[in-house]
């Protein structure tokens, strides 16, 4: 999206004439709707600036800017070399509190661009100008004032604005960045607002057993963690944790003293000593049957609701998903789900290619620059190509189960190591992943990705390791198949488009 000239798009009239030169200017994906009370403040912010700035016909601006994954949204945006001007446009009467509110806001999203930023609101009905001091307080303000500052500007950015804000920029997990979570830098995207205001609203209500699920990266950890915020506000609450971080959880737990955190196995919990209001459930679909029945009976002693967080692997084969935990709950009749699909962390041709990769029994033809499929003959063969992509950044997860003695080959001299086992990425992520499937990997008459080694003679799958790992990717993905040409050529049926 590119900055557009104001006084120029003000200058029309007509509703459908405005949108299709708006994007034309901006390069817009789509045609934007723009209401008139909109284009009333927009043209009277413009007039009161022409008189105040020198090149107020010439001034462009991002215009309604909105981080679509976040849902923030922006009403003018102007970046130069050394500072930025963030305007909001009122039409009708609104509380300073919230002016303060939006303008406070603004400043954390526009902060990690690391300039100074001016923040101003403009209340056309009242033609009244303030701006957020340097000390968070609203005061009154001049367009003598901004026209100075507008006019000052220097190489002003007129690229594409969605390169510069990169959601993750804004996206924490409490778990291994607590610090940021316990100072509140971070903000709930609309799909996350809208669960939690339903799940506070069933627990008043009476339920007792409820929680959301959604594909790794979709935001389910920190939306937790905010309950619990929320929750621990005014009454007791604990959070169960299945997966790995022992140590970031130790920490958290030190710093945060209104939530008790307890780390399980699968089949396994700690000695709980005292009740809780509240029940929270953390990578629940870890838990085991005995696990969920121990919470079960401490929610019916202490009349407490249980809320559970856990990942959705409907892309899986049903048979590679028996006995994780979601199994356990959502066939439940006092169960209330609710599911995230709004991607934040992976970009959407990652998601779309692991969707279709565990479950290609139809495929849609599209490009993955991002994702590389190498093939080696044997373990030394993968192992070098292994090497090799964590040469270049990638970070290698392991399986456990592959019989390989991963240890004997080790990095290029020069390079750091770069692996992890795939039991100690929960939670985690990283830009580059890259992964290893041997020969014992293939697809079943139904076209799900399966593995003979069967999920019910085995703790954890190794479709569901090789799902869990693959999913910690951000921005790029590498497969290396050992010794599996049929599945080489199966999944180069998926990567090309032609």
Not at 164 to 191: A, H, N, V
Not at 218 to 228: E, F, H, W
Not at 288 to 299: L, M, T, V
Not at 362 to 384: C, Q, T
């Amino acid at each position: 999206m590119k900055p557009v000239n104001i006084y120029a798009l003000t200058r029309l009239n007509d509703p459908e004439l405005l949108s299709k030169v708006e994007r034309q200017m901006s390069g817009r994906a789509r045609f934007m709707k723009i209401r008139g009370w909109e284009m009333t403040g927009l043209k009277s912010f413009c007039e009161k600036l022409m008189p105040c700035c020198e090149d107020a016909c010439s001034l462009t601006f991002y215009y309604s800017y909105t981080m679509s994954k976040l849902g923030k949204e922006f009403d003018l945006i102007r970046i130069a070399d050394d500072q930025i001007v963030n305007i909001e446009l009122k039409s009708g009467n609104v509380s300073d509190d919230a002016i303060r509110a939006q303008l406070v806001q603004n400043r954390y999203y526009l902060g990690a661009l690391g300039k100074p930023v001016y923040y101003y609101t403009y209340i056309s009905n009242q033609d009244r100008l303030v701006r957020l001091s340097n000390s968070g307080k609203l005061v009154d303000s001049y367009f003598e004032e901004l026209g100075t500052l507008l006019d000052n500007q220097d190489g002003i950015y007129e690229g594409d604005i969605e390169e510069l804000f990169k959601e993750d920029k804004y996206l924490i997990s409490p778990i291994t960045d607590p610090g940021r979570f316990l100072r509140k830098e971070y903000f709930l995207t609309f799909q996350q607002r809208d669960i939690k205001k339903q799940i506070l609203k069933n627990i008043r209500e009476g339920i007792n057993l409820q929680g959301f699920t959604g594909l790794p990266g979709t935001g389910k950890t920190i939306l937790l963690y905010d309950i619990a915020m929320n929750l621990s506000g005014k009454t007791s609450v604990c959070i169960f944790h299945f997966g790995s971080h022992r140590k970031e959880l130790e920490q958290l737990n030190d710093r945060l003293k209104r939530i008790d955190f307890y780390y399980c196995e699968k089949n396994t919990l700690p000695e709980v000593k005292r009740d809780y209001s509240v029940i929270l459930i953390d990578e629940g679909h870890g838990m085991g049957e005995k696990a969920f029945s121990q919470i079960r009976r401490y929610s019916s002693t202490w009349n407490s609701p249980v809320i559970i967080s856990y990942d959705n692997v409907d892309c899986v084969s049903e048979k590679e998903r028996l006995g994780i935990g979601a199994t356990l709950f959502e066939s439940l009749d006092e169960f209330r789900g609710f599911k995230l699909t709004n991607k934040i962390r992976m970009n959407s041709e990652l998601s779309f290619f692991l969707r279709t990769l565990f479950s290609a029994s139809k495929i849609y033809k599209r490009d993955y620059p991002h994702v590389s499929v190498s093939f080696g003959r044997d373990e030394n063969e993968a192992m070098n190509l292994i090497r090799y992509y964590e040469k270049e950044g990638f970070m290698f997860i392991w399986d456990k189960s592959l019989g390989a003695d991963i240890d004997r080959y080790e990095s290029f001299p020069g390079e750091a190591m770069m692996r992890l086992e795939s039991s100690m990425v929960t939670g985690k992520e990283f830009d580059k992943v890259v992964m290893l499937i041997d020969d014992s990997f293939y697809y079943d008459e139904n076209g799900y990705l399966r593995n003979t080694e069967s999920s019910q003679t085995s703790e954890t799958s190794r479709i569901m390791n090789l799902f869990h790992g693959l999913s910690r990717a951000k921005k790029n993905i590498s497969l290396v198949i050992k010794g599996n040409m049929d599945l080489m050529e199966r999944i180069y049926l998926i990567l090309q488009k032609i």
